[in-house]
Structures are given as structure tokens and as C-alpha cells.
């Protein structure tokens, strides 16, 4: 059986992503209270039923005392021998509050006391941060589309293997944050910039033209090979450690050229360990899931 628990901040994205299991075959239920997880699971395994996927969503509405009983009841659930996925969706407070003025709808936490929005955005954060902590999975919704966000639940979720560490690699702007669901971040604001270049500006880090500019300084391939040594040295310790996801951020000003140019790099470089790897520009609005390296694909 394989179950996925859907959590995070209310704006963030939680209707969406369970729509988008349920479309792929999952039962799915909006709004569990905690403490029926372990009888839900014992009844779709009394052999009543045929269902093997099941997702819910846990949140914010739970009664305090049954988020904070949700580690004792994940781990009870997990000692059952169930494939259990936990998968927090969130999004910046600013951005938060520009949805919800849009909408016009109320915060969940707001019908029952005098907060503001604001308050309740941040005392949601706080009322959900020990299932943030035990997440398999963190997605960053500040800048996905429906489309997006349903695309990153089919493929990290549903498609997400049982054994192994599913790895992406993904470049960003420093200027525009850094990505909520890094989990490791790489800075190249230090290296030579081709935004500079009026003829490379408007090109991107996968163009032929940057990549020549930027293989032409050394310092370019040091930073390279050493983020590579690095990511290559301490891998296999994340994998050790249970993780099931993890994502290597490269940041540059923009997230158009150099951060681009070496999230490229990188993620062909570990592709051969690491089959399926994903690769993500978040500034471009790309995303694609690498083959593995014996095939014809260009850089």
C-alpha cells in the first residue's frame, strides 16, 4: 500500500495537488483529522477493499493536540510496513497574502478568532511545523502555475520510486529568493557575467554562445568541478541518512546564465549514478527528467 500525506500553508496549493492524485487513481480525502490515519490505513488493508494508493490531506484545521500527536502517528503508521510519502507545500507569506486578497477568501484560521491575515499565516506556519520537519518532500509553490504544481506531484509523487534518493538539480536567481525547497545552495554570483555581454544578454546558460564565454575563464571550470567533488563526496551520506528527496540549488543574480550553465553541467555529470535525475530552472520555467547518459540527447 502507498500512502501520501498531503500538508502546508492554506493558499499554498493542498486542493491541487490531491486533485492531481486522485485523477492518477489514488483515494483521496481532503481535511483527515490526524488521529484517523492509523484506522483508515487498517480499514483499506482489511481486504474490504481494493485500494493500494491512498493520499489525504492533513492540515492547519486538525485540532492542535492531533498535529502535535502527528509523529507518533506517522511513525505508527510507518511501522506498519506502508510506503508513507509526506509532502509539504508552501509559499511565501507575500505572496500568501496577494492570493488571498485576490480571492477574497478567508484564512481557515481566521473564521473563529479576531487575527489578522497575517497573524494566521504565520501562526499556521507555526501549528504545522513538525510536519514541515518530518516531510520527505518540500515543494516551493511561490512561482508554479496549477500546471506546474500538478506536473511536480505526478512525477516526484506518484512517480517517486520507493527505494532510492530521487535528486534534482536546480538553477535560480538570487534576486527573485532562494528556492524554499532547496536543500543544499550553491552560490556563482562570484564568476564573470555574460548579462554584461550585450550580445549574450538575452541568451541563456544552455545557449552556445554563454557556454563559450564562460568555459573560456578557468575559474568557471574550478567552481564547477569543485561543486561536482562536493555533491559526489556527500551524496551517498544524504542516501544513507533515508532521505528520499533532495534538491541541489545553484544560484546566480538572475538564474539565466551562470547558474543555468552549471546546473547543466552538474546534473548531466551525475546522471549515470543517479538515473532520472531531475533538472529544474526556475527562472526560465524549464524542467525536464535527464536520460541516461549512453543516449543521443545534446548538452
Not at 489514488?26 to 483499506?44: R, S, T, W
Request: with cysteine.
Amino acid at each position: 500500500m502507498q500512502l501520501v500525506i498531503i500538508s502546508g500553508r492554506s493558499g499554498s496549493g493542498k486542493s491541487i495537488a490531491l486533485q492531481a492524485l486522485e485523477d492518477l487513481g489514488y483515494y483521496a480525502i481532503d481535511n483527515l483529522p490526524a488521529m484517523l490515519l492509523g484506522p483508515l490505513v487498517d480499514e483499506l488493508r482489511s481486504g474490504q477493499s481494493l485500494r493500494s494508493s491512498i493520499a489525504v490531506s492533513i492540515d492547519a484545521r486538525n485540532l492542535p493536540h492531533a498535529l502535535e500527536r502527528f509523529p507518533t502517528l506517522l511513525e505508527d503508521v510507518r511501522a506498519r510496513n506502508i510506503h508513507c510519502q509526506v509532502v509539504y507545500l508552501t509559499t511565501d507569506a507575500r505572496i500568501l497574502l496577494e492570493r488571498y486578497s485576490a480571492t477574497r477568501r478567508r484564512h481557515p484560521l481566521t473564521r473563529d478568532s479576531q487575527m489578522t491575515l497575517a497573524e494566521a499565516i504565520d501562526c499556521e506556519e507555526a501549528a504545522l511545523a513538525e510536519i514541515r520537519d518530518l516531510a520527505d518532500l518540500v515543494i516551493d509553490t511561490s512561482r508554479l502555475s496549477v500546471h506546474d504544481l500538478r506536473g511536480r506531484i505526478t512525477d516526484q509523487v506518484a512517480g517517486h520510486r520507493r527505494e532510492g534518493l530521487t535528486l534534482t538539480v536546480e538553477s535560480f536567481g538570487f534576486k527573485r529568493g532562494v528556492p524554499l525547497d532547496a536543500d543544499i545552495v550553491f552560490d556563482a554570483r562570484c564568476l564573470p557575467n555574460p548579462y554584461w555581454d550585450p550580445q549574450l544578454r538575452d541568451a541563456t546558460g544552455r545557449d552556445d554562445s554563454v557556454i563559450a564565454f564562460l568555459d573560456s575563464y578557468p575559474m568557471v571550470a574550478e567552481m564547477a568541478a569543485d561543486i561536482l567533488a562536493w555533491v559526489e563526496r556527500w551524496l551517498p551520506h544524504y542516501q544513507a541518512s533515508q532521505r528520499s528527496y533532495l534538491t541541489v540549488a545553484i544560484g546566480c543574480t538572475g538564474g539565466q546564465h551562470r547558474s543555468v550553465y552549471l546546473a547543466e553541467g552538474l546534473a548531466h555529470r551525475l546522471a549515470a549514478a543517479y538515473p532520472g535525475i531531475r533538472l529544474r530552472h526556475r527562472e526560465l520555467g524549464l524542467q525536464r527528467n535527464l536520460p541516461a547518459p549512453d543516449t543521443d540527447e545534446d548538452r
